[in-house]
């Protein structure tokens, strides 16, 4: 009662007679001399900041959970290419010819026409190095007749002809 006599007018917290926790204002009103007290209680007087509160905490776990649910499944857009780019490199580093496969994701197409790129590459060089062992063969059995036969040939020009005589001695 003191704070109501001492300043002209106020609030402050203040227990109900049932025990209500209550905001009080009050105001003196000069003329007739009566001082207007109102009491609120607090349940009541926060109950807007309390649904508020309730509404921006659903509100915020939706929009987290539509951003979870967003990053999933963005991740998955590009998490798939990528793996189909290891299955693909893998069947590349194995040098057998592939034919290209675009996934979807304009960075990850990049990289599989590389890798297209890289196998036609490397199944070519293959085939050329094929052909060059092929090749190098061939010349080997070929040098290999020529050497029988230049061995046979000298063969037959050191020793002398059977049934002939042996040159004079002077």
Known sequence: LRRVRD???????F????????YVAFSHVQPVGWTVVVGIPLEV?????????????????????????????????????????????????????????L????ETDAVACSLHQASESLHRSTAEREAAAAALLVSEERKQVLHQAVLAQDRALREPAKGAMPPSTP
């Open 103 to 106: 996934t979807g994701l304009r």
């Open 7 to 13: 300043a002209e007018d106020g609030w402050f917290p």
């Open 15 to 22: 227990p109900s007679r049932e025990g209500i926790p209550l």
């Open 45 to 101: 007087l926060y109950a807007p900041v309390h649904h508020s509160t309730r509404v921006l905490v659903l509100v915020g776990a939706a929009f987290l959970a539509i951003a979870l649910l967003l990053g999933l499944l963005i991740g998955r857009h590009i998490a798939n290419p990528i793996k189909s780019l290891v299955s693909y490199a893998a069947v590349v580093g194995q040098g057998a010819p592939v034919p290209l496969r």
